[in-house]
Structure formats: structure tokens, C-alpha cells
């Protein structure tokens, strides 16, 4: 994490949510004037990690997009208020956040052909030739 001032800080993050922001109760706090007092919270699960905004006046941004909610991968750059910090994963399961990604991206592109093709082309639970499990 780069401060400010320039300064650079190594900030482990613990499993699960990991409060940032400009509030001292914070796990990382962010001592900007343009940080909210709680403006995001990371967390950390085993095969991945996201980051949330949490209503932060100012925003939260990853590689200079805001977002509400994004998952981290190695290398990314989230800017809150005047810090930069940069996401360096250490044992996170890659395959299984790709795997995640195909299965929304696959998910994605059958709803679209589904409406396209009209209701006759449905698959899902109860429809006859359906893949997808239900509870």
C-alpha cells in the first residue's frame, strides 16, 4: 500500500472481511480525507478474493474503474481516496476463479440464446434436457 506522503506498507490480510477505510476500528485504515470512514471491505475465502464498496462517497476503484463489488486477481491496483494499493495474491486457487468466470460467462451466453431462440429453446430446472441440478 503506498500512503500519501509515499510512504509504502506491507498489510497481510486475515481470512475472510478485512474492513478498510479512514475509521481506526478498520483492519486497514486508509488516512485520506477522500477515504470514507468505512469504504470497502476485502474478503479473503480460499479460492478467491473480492473487494466491496461500502457507499463510500468518493468510490472505490480497481485498475482505474469503479466498482461496487470485484473480484481481485494478482497485480490489480485499487486506488481509494489518495492511497494505491496493489492486490498480491499469495495461495489463492487461480483455476477455480477462472473456472467461476467461464461458468457466469457460459451461464450469460445460454440466457441470451435462450431469448433469442424463444421458450421452446429453455433449458433449465423442470425443463425436459436440462444439465442444471435444482433443490
Known amino acids: 500500500m503506498t500512503t500519501a506522503s ?4 506491507q498489510v497481510p490480510l486475515k481470512p475472510h472481511d478485512n474492513k478498510v477505510g479512514r ?3 478498520n483492519d486497514v485504515i486508509v488516512d485520506s480525507s477522500q477515504a470514507s470512514r468505512d469504504h470497502a471491505v476485502i474478503d479473503v475465502e480460499h479460492a478467491f478474493v473480492t473487494i ?5 462517497r468518493n468510490g472505490t476503484f480497481v485498475n482505474d474503474v469503479q466498482i461496487q463489488s470485484q473480484v481481485l486477481a494478482d497485480g490489480d491496483l485499487i486506488r481509494l481516496g489518495s492511497y494505491a494499493i496493489k492486490f498480491i495474491a499469495a495461495d489463492q486457487e487461480f483455476s477455480q476463479v477462472e473456472a467461476q468466470r ?3 460467462m457460459h451461464e450469460l451466453l445460454v440466457n441470451i440464446d435462450t431469448e433469442r ?12 434436457g436440462s444439465t442444471r441440478g435444482s433443490i
Request: charged share 10%; no cysteine; aromatic share 0%.
Open 23 to 25: 475509521g481506526t476500528t
Open 117 to 128: 431462440a424463444g421458450p421452446e429453446a429453455a433449458t433449465g430446472p423442470g425443463v425436459p
Open 6 to 9: 509515499g510512504e509504502t506498507l
Open 52 to 56: 466491496t464498496d461500502l457507499g463510500s
Open 102 to 104: 467461464m461458468m457466469t
